[in-house]
């Protein structure tokens, strides 16, 4: 279930559309690196694979990464990098965003309405387990991000069956990394929530009746 939550959570676009939410990064290509984790080698990199996909397809991949989001919904910030520096081409509606917030130890990959359906969920869901979060959890964004981007390099390009051009070296999936679960809590401690009021709701009920 808390999967199944993930992923239709990461699928939503266009929710906060017209809401006065605004956001300003500072993009170097299709990266913007407010957190400094990359190197310089690997936005080089991922910006010649970024743009091979984007002239093969005229899809588009923005990766965001920053320290904190200062309180705002991580959700809300993607969607708005989506609308406001208009990812992906117009017609076709095929932009990816991809935020990772560290301290709050949040990401999110948000897809233009012209990608959903195409890329299925469980795509999302085997790059996000078994190829990010295993770095991320033990500290190599670096890693993460960048075998997440490729990989969603190459499921972007797979709709238009064009094979996109890898600079650099993708990092292998480590297979003896164990992922737990620390980067999901975001989205159970709302959960928990609801069911909490569900059940005061019954029992005061119950005090009532009696």
Not at 83 to 94: C, H, L, M, S, V
Not at 147 to 176: C, I, S, W
Not at 181 to 202: E, R
């Amino acid at each position: 279930m808390l999967k199944r939550v993930l992923i239709s959570a990461l699928m939503i676009l266009g929710l906060f559309a017209g809401s006065a939410f605004a956001v300003d990064v500072d993009f170097n290509g299709y990266i913007a690196d407010e957190a400094n984790i990359l190197s310089k080698d690997s936005l080089d990199n991922l910006n010649y694979t970024l743009h091979d996909l984007n002239k093969k397809t005229k899809a588009a991949i923005a990766i965001v990464t920053l320290s904190t989001l200062k309180g705002q919904k991580i959700e809300e910030l993607a969607t708005a990098v989506m609308n406001e520096y208009k990812i992906g081409d117009d017609t076709k509606k095929n932009g990816i965003v991809f935020v990772i917030a560290i301290a709050e130890r949040q990401l999110q990959i948000v897809l233009g309405d012209g990608l959903v359906g195409e890329i299925k969920p469980k795509q999302l869901e085997n790059i996000i387990d078994k190829n990010v979060l295993p770095y991320f959890e033990s500290g190599e964004y670096e890693n993460g991000i960048l075998r997440g981007a490729y990989l969603m390099a190459d499921a972007a390009g797979a709709v238009e069956k064009q094979k996109v051009e890898h600079f650099g070296t993708v990092p292998e999936l480590n297979k003896n990394k164990v992922v737990n679960k620390n980067w999901l809590w975001w989205l159970i401690l709302p959960v928990a929530a609801v069911i909490g009021c569900i059940i005061a709701f019954f029992c005061a009920k119950q005090k009532g009746e009696q």
